[in-house]
């Protein structure tokens, strides 16, 4: 199948803020730089600003007096979107319903006074790489959500944009269909080397499609990085708290050991003053009490087949989870020991 | 069952009783436009005689009325079109305003815009004795017909989003007008154009006023006729009216029905 050459576009916002109409303080003034080629993930809670931010890249919304929106080194702030040459992927498709799947796909192409031919011709190609041959004549609302979702995604790529910019794309699919499409949409960035920007709130989405993940909290970005380095080292305690699950137990660190009322960790890089530890679920096993570092009660049991997730209170804190593929039943209230890698600790 | 076809039955009659209670009058009518002597009834025999009159008498009303309606259409169309757009794009307290006014002239009688329209413009000679002068008041009439059927349709679609799915493929303004806003609101602007045509072909009150000997419409030169001649006479116009306006009435919604589920069925999938 033929890749497009297409030439990456850098994207750069500088201190770009958006305030509506109404008062809506939508962004705090940004700066972010997005490399030609990257595939960048917006992620966040609802209404922190994350569709604002991409509708001002798209030329959709025009950033607060001072904001700057650079393409390749070039100020487009004032270009509207037509002629940004950025392709859009909606999460409600938004495909024209007065035209059949064909003529949607080819509309960009007819926008540029493109002959029927080379329309044509490129309409195919991108047929076939969403696979969606057989559709080609169908009506808009003869296709399923997520042949709406392929048609979308052809139809934004067959003009050979310089960016993909897609907002939530597959938030309106059940989970099997976006587990699908969305490892298609990987390959797909991947293979095109487009840059891309993919909003989303669903971390797993974010994992797996980002090179680099912004997450945003009430207009600002919390922290810019590549998945495992958010995951691994959060910024602040919004970033610690949104992705995944993270347990925090209080204590003082003194001589390399991390002391708490439900015992000690050994923890010889703590940072001087920290009164709170974090940790990820799969930092931690459970083990006999005599090699434990912390012992706890079971407040919850969860069986999920290969492993069994357990609720332990150790202070007056949230309960820790910890999980654990241990062959037995854990009774409500049995006291059991935890073992903590040290690798994993945290202090924000 | 049982008890179910009874209600379909009964509920069946009903309907044709109504049917043929607002339908038998205007048979009779028209048989009456056909007949030779309306006293004596049909024995009297079939005559195309009195169409034949009315078509020598009142051809221009006919002529008129078409005339009329269908530069009323134009210019509905050109004016309500875009102002429906603009209504449907830009959703604030001043289009929701008018959206509200433009039910006054529905809800104003017919006589009282005439009679406001001869108050301004009566002492403008030349328009006030013209076929525009009618123009002006039908346009006033049924202009809000067309921008609610055309509002409906594009408030059902997303059209904010179609846009700028549109724009982000590259087209400009006229594009997304031509490509993307009219033909998704084909549906609207051809139920607005029924409206507007049977509207101003029928549209009797107001024009009683606006018209003068010169410009009398097709339903004024009825009312003359019922008024002045001979009943059969009159009836035989009935007769011509019917068959001008059924045959556009049913080509119009012949029109709008085949692509109605591709036009109507707005995006799935909101926010
Ligand atoms: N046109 C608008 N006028 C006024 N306020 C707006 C407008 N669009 C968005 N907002 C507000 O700006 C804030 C950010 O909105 P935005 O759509 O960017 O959030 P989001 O992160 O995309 O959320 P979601 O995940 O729900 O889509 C919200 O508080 C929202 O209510
Ligand atoms: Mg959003």
Redo the contacts with the bound molecule.
């Keep these: 199948m033929m890749t497009d050459p297409v030439q990456p576009l850098a994207i750069a916002l500088s201190r770009c803020g958006?305030t509506?109409?109404?008062g809506?303080r939508?962004?705090e003034p940004l700066d972010l730089e997005i490399k030609a080629g990257e595939t960048v993930v917006f992620l966040?809670?609802?209404?922190?600003?994350?569709?604002?931010?991409l509708r001002i890249i798209a030329g959709l919304e025009d950033p607060d007096a001072g904001g700057r929106v650079l393409f390749d080194g070039v100020d487009v702030t004032a270009q509207p979107i037509e002629q940004r040459n950025v392709g859009m992927v909606f999460q409600s498709y938004a495909l024209f319903p007065n035209m059949t799947v064909a003529e949607n796909i080819g509309y960009g192409l007819r926008v540029r006074r493109a002959k029927k031919p080379a329309i044509a011709a490129r309409v195919d190609e991108m047929l076939g790489m969403m696979r969606i041959e057989p559709l080609a004549d169908r009506r808009i609302d003869q296709l399923s959500g997520g042949q709406r979702q392929r048609v979308a995604l052809a139809r934004a790529l067959a003009v050979r944009p310089r960016a993909l910019l897609l907002?939530?794309p597959l938030t309106a699919l059940d989970a099997k269909l976006r587990d699908a499409l969305r490892l298609e949409i990987d390959e797909l960035l991947r293979r095109l080397g487009i840059t891309a920007i993919y909003?989303t709130?669903d971390q797993a989405e974010a994992m797996a499609l980002g090179d680099r993940i912004a997450v945003?909290d009430h207009?600002k970005m919390a922290q810019i990085g590549p998945p495992r380095e958010i995951y691994r080292r959060p910024a602040t305690r919004f970033v610690a708290d949104f992705i995944g699950t993270m347990n925090r137990i209080s204590g003082v660190a003194r001589g390399g050991v991390f002391v708490t009322d439900a015992g000690a960790v050994p923890w010889l890089e703590a940072p001087p003053g920290t009164t709170e530890a974090l940790f990820r679920p799969e930092d931690v096993t459970v083990v006999d009490e005599g090699q434990a570092h912390l012992k706890g009660s079971v407040v919850a049991a969860f069986f999920l087949g290969d492993r069994t997730r357990l609720f332990v209170k150790v202070d007056a804190n949230k309960p820790l989870v910890v999980e654990t593929d241990a062959r037995r039943d854990y009774a409500h209230g049995e006291t059991v020991g935890l073992r903590i890698d040290p690798r994993g600790l945290m202090a924000l | 069952m049982k008890k179910r076809a009874v209600l379909f039955w009964a509920q069946l009659g009903f309907t044709l009783m109504v049917c043929a209670f607002l339908i038998v009058p205007v048979v009779l009518s028209m048989l009456a436009g056909v007949t030779v002597n309306y006293q004596n009834g049909l024995e009297s025999g079939l005559t195309l005689r009195w169409i034949g009159e009315v078509w020598a008498g009142y051809r221009q009303t006919i002529f008129l009325s078409i005339g009329i309606s269908l530069v009323c259409l134009a210019v509905t169309l050109v004016l309500g079109v875009p102002a429906a757009y603009v209504l449907a794009k830009r959703q604030n307290a001043m289009t929701r305003a008018i959206e509200e006014l433009l039910v006054m002239p529905v809800a104003v009688p017919g006589l009282a815009t005439a009679l406001a329209l001869i108050v301004t413009y009566g002492g403008a000679g030349g328009f006030r004795t013209s076929w525009t002068f009618i123009l002006v008041g039908h346009v006033l009439f049924t202009l809000p017909f067309m921008v609610r059927s055309v509002l409906a349709v594009l408030s059902a679609i997303d059209l904010k989003t179609l846009e700028e799915s549109a724009s982000s493929l590259g087209a400009g303004f006229g594009q997304r007008f031509f490509q993307i806003v009219l033909p998704n609101c084909r549906g609207g602007i051809l139920a607005g154009s029924l409206m507007v045509v049977t509207l101003s072909m029928g549209e009797f009150n107001m024009t009683w006023l606006l018209h003068t000997p010169l410009t009398k419409t097709l339903p004024v030169g009825l009312a003359d006729a019922y008024a002045s001649l001979r009943l059969e006479i009159g009836s035989a116009y009935t007769l011509v009216f019917f068959v001008m306006i059924v045959p556009l009435l049913l080509a119009m919604q012949a029109m709008s029905r085949p692509r109605k589920s591709k036009t109507a069925k707005a995006d799935i999938g909101e926010?």
Excluded: I, Q, R
Excluded at chain 1, 44 to 53: E, H, I, M, N, V
């Design positions: 958006k509506f109409a109404d809506t939508a962004l966040g809670p609802s209404g922190c600003g994350k569709t604002t931010t907002d939530e909003v709130h945003m207009g | 926010e």
